[in-house]
């Protein structure tokens, strides 16, 4: 522990260090939130903007968002382990740091490719930071003051989920000192530095006295078999589809299968592997998963082309856009917030949820059907608080729901899995409803084709709600208390 820390906090435990810094530490953790949350959905706003300053094809927007996802659901996997081995103070450190520095090379980027892959480095360094929170959190805090701790994130993830589309459209639409869009990345660097600051100071160290093992080649098993999903999703269109493209949707297959294998193999031989295998005997689990990739799946491509048909489609500023988002957030909130009294209806509020839903969806559709291409935010409004309302009623009870299938040691393979197949259905649903999305607007882009493209992404999004609700039989009826302790 360096000096700094043991100035700061006692060597006792954590629980029995003085109530300011565990609190100060508290909010260190939530600014690494912030950052992560931000900047997971900015570049739906400034991704046109960025287009046209760094040039590319379609294919650029798609990656902007799935890159970012896609590197932070691999390496959420082993994200937490890496804290239990090496200290959680640490990992948080270098993840804050490696996030921050990935944030300057998004804003300086010169190019397409540079600026997808600093959002590769974001990715990666945030799955690092973002796990070593909820360890620290519960050694630092009593159990009489650990609910409270918890209850500042809901909050705070409220707070970045209305304000982060409106910042970010603000900020690119000031263009101060001519940054544009860059400014949106630059803004994490004051953030990244406090973070830092704060961290060193107030952060106490902690680890897992019995540290599991790495598991690398499952780790490269797990990322090379979702690069051969998402990379042709994206490219395959620009190239009409060759038949490289279905070569690696089914080599994807090959190599999960292997990294099942694998995970079986490891466990067998008393290694730790990523994921317990038998979780996957499990209907509880599995139901989850295939829920939340579908479900998370339209969202993320909701958004994006709800973004671009706003910006690009309508002519909307970046602010503009921004804005018309604000009703889908709030109405999220309203969501989370009723859902706190039904929880005893369980998998019938995570249904339900979806079914409202699902009728928000159709009412943006229906909306778009009797106003045109010269729709307003505010002819909006309605359906999109209708479908926020129905996405925080069903994530609510989403993961205690799921955790209540498994086993009390199993919870946190299966709690690390199902955040980690949250991203990856993010990148998955970028990449295939973005694909949608841009094989309709045709070669020339009109303001019919924006339309028409628009209108069928939101039909499969539907579909994708409707299949939502079906597999969510597989659920548990009933979150159980235990799987919510681990949540």
């Not at 803004?187 to 106490?204: E, S, T």
């Not at 990739?293 to 491509?301: K, T």
């Not at 690009?312 to 602010?319: H, R, V």
Request: net charge neutral; glycine share 14%; charged share 10%.
């Amino acid at each position: 522990m360096s000096e700094s820390i043991t100035a700061a906090v006692p060597s006792a435990p954590a629980t029995e260090a003085p109530y300011r810094w565990r609190w100060a530490a508290l909010f260190v953790i939530l600014a690494g939130e912030v950052m992560d949350l931000l900047d997971a959905m900015v570049t739906n706003i400034a991704a046109p903007e960025m287009r046209a300053d760094l040039g590319g094809s379609e294919a650029v927007i798609q990656w902007l968002g799935a890159a970012y996802t896609l590197s932070m659901a691999v390496g959420l996997i082993t994200g937490g382990r890496l804290g239990d081995i090496f200290g959680r103070r640490r990992m948080f450190l270098i993840g804050a740091a490696g996030f921050t520095v990935g944030s300057l090379l998004c804003a300086v980027a010169q190019s397409p490719e540079m600026l997808i892959g600093a959002r590769v480095i974001q990715g990666l360094f945030g799955s690092v930071m973002l796990p070593q929170g909820l360890g620290m959190i519960k050694e630092m805090f009593p159990p009489a003051e650990m609910g409270r701790a918890f209850g500042m994130f809901g909050p705070v993830m409220g707070l970045s989920a209305v304000g982060g589309p409106i910042l970010a459209g603000w900020l690119v639409t000031a263009d101060f000192w001519g940054t544009s869009w860059r400014m949106i990345f630059f803004i994490n660097l004051p953030l990244g530095v406090a973070a830092l600051v704060a961290g060193l100071r107030f952060l106490p160290e902690s680890r897992s006295p019995r540290p599991p093992r790495l598991d690398l080649a499952g780790v490269a098993l797990a990322s090379v078999g979702a690069f051969l999903v998402i990379y042709p999703l994206v490219q395959g269109r620009e190239h009409d589809w060759p038949a490289w493209a279905f070569v690696m949707l089914a080599a994807s297959v090959v190599v999960f299968a292997v990294f099942g294998w694998f995970q079986a193999r490891r466990s067998r031989a008393g290694g730790d592997p990523l994921i317990v295998p038998s979780l996957f005997r499990k209907r509880a689990f599995t139901g989850g998963l295939f829920t939340g990739m579908v479900f998370f799946s339209g969202m993320a491509g909701f958004m994006l082309a709800f973004n671009l048909y706003c910006q690009m489609g309508l002519g909307y500023s970046a602010l503009k856009a921004g804005l018309a988002m604000v009703p889908w957030s709030g109405g999220m909130i309203l969501g989370f917030g009723l859902a706190q009294g039904l929880q005893k209806f369980g998998r019938k509020l995570l249904q339900g949820g979806t079914l409202v839903m699902t009728l928000g969806v159709l009412g943006v559709l229906l909306t778009l059907n009797l106003a045109g291409m010269h729709v307003s935010p505010w002819q909006l409004t309605p359906a999109l608080v209708v479908s926020g309302v129905g996405m925080g009623l069903l994530m609510s009870p989403f993961f205690d729901i799921v955790l209540a299938g498994v086993e009390e040691h199993e919870t946190g393979s299966a709690s690390g899995t199902l955040t980690a197949v949250q991203q990856l259905g993010n990148a998955f649903g970028v990449a295939l409803l973005g694909t949608v999305f841009f094989d309709l607007l045709g070669d020339v882009p009109t303001a019919g084709s924006f339309d028409h493209a628009m209108k069928i992404t939101l039909w499969v999004v539907a579909g994708m709600l409707l299949l939502t609700f079906a597999v969510a039989f597989l659920l548990p009826k009933q979150a159980r208390e235990n799987a919510e302790a681990a949540h």
